[in-house]
Every structure is written in structure tokens, then in C-alpha cells.
């Protein structure tokens, strides 16, 4: 690897949505706004949240942006596009960003349960083969899933939302030529 990824730690709130919703899973406060920027992706650019249809409840406004679409398997999130997240995804955004469960027990907290828990590095790739070259996508997880060959691995950040939480990463990967 003839580059470094950028590496960090970045200590944020804990989840919350607007109007006092309750959601398992929510962002944590202040991660889209930086996901954002090591995505590549301006407020105003069309960015897919998959495993995201609470996204566009985020309360901070530089987090979800006007052209922004969710992707998710719970039909009572409304979705954009109800979907599993490792079948061909939409085309047509600036950057992709996953927030998926991060197991099997956690998928079970979730409408759709563990036996349609998505597989990071399944991800992963359906997010690169729906992006166009130079283009990037990132997931929060317990784990940087491992990209398909002549990916390019740009950052691996520590997310920690306090005190006795379990640590996550962001991993941002971008899509090389075909």
C-alpha cells in the first residue's frame, strides 16, 4: 500500500432523533456530518443511507441533506428504497453510507431479525459495484470488512458515543477503475 489511511478517534454523543423518537441503532450525534466529509459528499450532493430509513430523522441539519434517499428492510422506517442491502443497489449518488446491525443479536432487535443480518463485506461491495470510479462509500461497524480487490481503503476511525459503550468503526473505502 503506497498510501496511509487516515486514522482517528472521534468521542460523540449518544443517539437521539427528532421530535423524541426512539430507535435502536440511531447515528450517533455528529457522525454523518463527519462521515460526510471523509466521504467526499457536500450537504447538498445525493448521498444513500442504507440500513438507514431513520436517517432522515437525524436532528442535526448538516447530517441529511435535501437529495439524500434511505435504503432499509423495515417497512414502518419508510424508506426510500425497501431493499436488502447487499442485493444491486440504487445508482445516481455523490457517496453511499452504512450503518447496518453490527451482529446477529443485534439484528434481531430490528423489524427484519437475524436471518436477514447483511454480512459487512457484502455490503461493502454492493455499495462500490453501485458507485462510479473515484467515488466512496463507508460503514459503521465492529470491524473494517475487508473491500473487493483494487479498492482503495481511505480511513479507519474509532467511534465511540462514552463511557462503557462498545467501540465502532467507520471504514471508508473508494471505488477503483474497473
Known amino acids: 500500500m ?3 489511511p487516515i486514522s482517528d ?5 449518544r443517539a437521539k432523533l427528532k421530535d423524541g423518537r426512539k430507535y435502536y441503532g440511531a447515528y450517533p450525534g455528529g457522525f454523518p456530518e463527519r462521515a460526510r466529509a471523509l466521504l467526499g459528499a457536500t450537504i447538498d450532493e445525493p448521498v444513500l443511507h442504507v440500513c438507514g430509513g431513520m436517517a432522515r430523522h437525524y436532528p442535526y441539519a448538516p447530517g441529511f ?3 439524500d434517499k434511505t ?3 423495515d417497512p414502518g422506517t419508510e424508506p426510500d428504497y425497501l431493499q436488502d442491502a447487499t442485493a444491486g443497489l440504487p445508482g445516481g449518488f455523490k457517496a453511499m453510507l452504512a ?9 434481531d432487535c430490528y423489524v427484519p431479525g437475524s436471518a436477514a443480518y447483511p454480512k459487512p463485506r457484502a455490503i461493502v461491495g454492493a455499495m462500490l459495484r453501485a458507485l ?5 462509500c463507508g460503514i459503521l461497524h465492529y470491524m473494517p470488512p475487508r473491500p473487493p480487490p483494487g479498492t482503495r481503503f481511505v480511513a479507519c476511525i474509532g467511534v465511540c458515543v462514552g463511557y462503557d459503550n462498545r467501540l465502532r468503526c467507520f471504514s471508508v473505502y473508494e471505488r477503483g477503475c474497473p
Open 2 to 4: 503506497s498510501y496511509r
Open 9 to 13: 478517534i472521534w468521542w460523540l454523543a
Open 65 to 67: 441533506g435535501p437529495n
Open 71 to 73: 435504503l432499509d428492510l
Open 99 to 107: 450503518d447496518p446491525p453490527y451482529s446477529e443479536a443485534d439484528a
Open 132 to 136: 462510479r470510479p473515484g467515488q466512496r
